[in-house]
């Protein structure tokens, strides 16, 4: 990986969540040094960013079945007469 890449593309949804969670943990700890925390701080922004991404392929995918198969799109509120 190059710093400009900082997620490895074969990672999944499951490992990115798990990893920034760790970081997280990490950051929220407070004993790490400045550097790594940066560190670890641009890789956690990063990991937030794949998994924002990937749900919201996600929820695209999902809305896409829904409205082919004639189902309500999930963003719709559901009406009552």
Do not use: H
């Amino acid at each position: 990986m190059t710093e400009n890449q900082i997620v490895d593309p074969s990672i999944t949804f499951e490992q990115a969540l798990q990893e920034l969670e760790e970081i997280v943990q990490k950051l929220e700890r407070g004993t790490l040094p400045l550097q790594e925390a940066l560190q670890a701080f641009q890789k956690g922004v990063s990991l937030s960013q794949y998994c924002q991404k990937e749900l919201t392929e996600a929820e695209a995918t999902v809305t896409k079945i829904m409205t082919e198969s004639g189902l309500q799109p999930l963003d719709e509120e559901i009406k009552t007469e």
